[in-house]
């Protein structure tokens, strides 16, 4: 189960509490895809408790982004760990949606 934060009716902010992997996917599948409906502008994910993601967890992250993009709205990922944030960019997802690394 992830926390969420309505920061705007246009906007909110998703932490997952554990890692994007296995029957934690179609958990936070669903949470995600619950904000999407809403028609927000801007879906910003906390990757601050995250530390493992896997090929299916990426696919709810390229989903998300085509449907906002659809919407004219975005999608943010922070405070991403070193090995995600490599991940993510030698899959070039950096390039679909906004990445940022974790602050020291």
Same mark, same amino acid.
């Given at each position: 189960? %992830?926390?969420?934060?309505?920061?705007? %009716?246009? $906007?909110?902010?998703?932490?997952?509490?554990?890692?994007?992997? *296995?029957?934690? !996917?179609? &958990? =936070?599948?669903?949470?995600? /895809? $619950? /904000?999407?409906? $809403? &028609? /927000?502008? @801007?879906?910003? +994910?906390? =990757?601050?408790?995250?530390?493992?993601?896997?090929? %299916? *967890?990426?696919? !709810?992250?390229? %989903?998300?982004?085509?449907? #906002?993009? @659809?919407?004219? *709205?975005? #999608?943010? !990922? +922070?405070?991403?760990?070193?090995?995600?944030? &490599?991940?993510? @960019?030698?899959?070039? /997802?950096? @390039?679909? =949606?906004?990445?940022?690394?974790?602050?020291?």
């Amino acid at each position: 189960m %992830s926390q969420i934060n309505r920061i705007s %009716s246009g $906007e909110a902010i998703i932490c997952p509490e554990t890692d994007i992997a *296995g029957g934690e !996917v179609q &958990k =936070f599948r669903g949470e995600i /895809l $619950e /904000l999407i409906n $809403e &028609k /927000l502008q @801007k879906v910003t +994910v906390d =990757f601050s408790k995250v530390e493992i993601i896997d090929s %299916s *967890g990426i696919g !709810v992250f390229i %989903s998300a982004q085509n449907t #906002l993009k @659809k919407q004219n *709205g975005i #999608l943010k !990922v +922070v405070n991403v760990s070193p090995d995600i944030l &490599k991940m993510f @960019k030698i899959m070039r /997802l950096d @390039k679909h =949606f906004d990445v940022s690394g974790r602050s020291a």
